[in-house]
């Protein structure tokens, strides 16, 4: 998996890091796939006791890669239906993995990266990270990633980010509910450390049990909701709007209703 890096520990705590520095972990086809696939792996392995999300290099990721977002333009239809398919299964997967799921956040979190800190079941920040649903300075809106993003902050306190695109501090995501904390970037290792310790002393069925038992009682992520945010991505994948944001950004140039 060149777009990732997988590590198991002795203590069955695995490291899933986002590999594709050079573009600060933007997402791509093949990044997509290999997530999608770890989950499986993981989730099926007894020796995983815990897995921990987080990024190579200075972010945790800076959303969906832009070239590959640009590809779906040219796509026809079932192609596009497809990959924004796979975009969803793949936080479907990551959600629905029965292990304790920790997100270690730095850099940039932009787009799709809010989506993967909100598959989390917690999430830590350095401070000095920046968050941001900015689909919508492209055009696109935060569809796939809409249902975990709103079960995350809730209604209300989405409204304030989820169609602004505006860009928010490490101490706003907590306020937002999106982070548990954020803490100095030289503690963010030692405050991994300290949330992935309960895990190795408690016992690993009944943390699955927890899990699960947690989104049976939450408002569930079902089959028809997913069904419904592909459809809203296909939707806007195929709008003017996203065609003249996504070539303003190739072109350098500011997008028409840009002010």
Known sequence: METLDLHVDGDGVAWLRLNRPAVHNAMDAAMIAALTEAAGRLGRDPAVRVVVLTGNGAS????????????????????????????????????????????????????GGIGLISVCDVAIAAQGAKFGLTEVRLGLIPATIGPYVVARMGAERAREVFFSGRVFDADEAVRLGLLARAVPADGLDAAIAAEIAPYLRAAPGAVAAGKRLVADLAA???????????????????????AEGIAAFFEKRPASWMR
């Open 60 to 111: 945790f990721c800076a959303g969906g890669d832009l070239g590959w977002m640009k590809a779906q333009m040219d796509a026809d239809g079932p192609s596009r239906a497809k990959n924004a398919a796979a975009l969803a299964q793949m936080l479907a997967a990551l959600d629905r993995m029965p292990k304790p799921l920790i997100g270690r956040v730095q850099g940039q979190a932009f787009g």
């Open 220 to 242: 569930p992520v079902d089959d028809a909701r997913i069904a419904m945010t592909i459809a809203a991505l296909v939707a806007r994948w195929e709008s003017e709007e996203s």
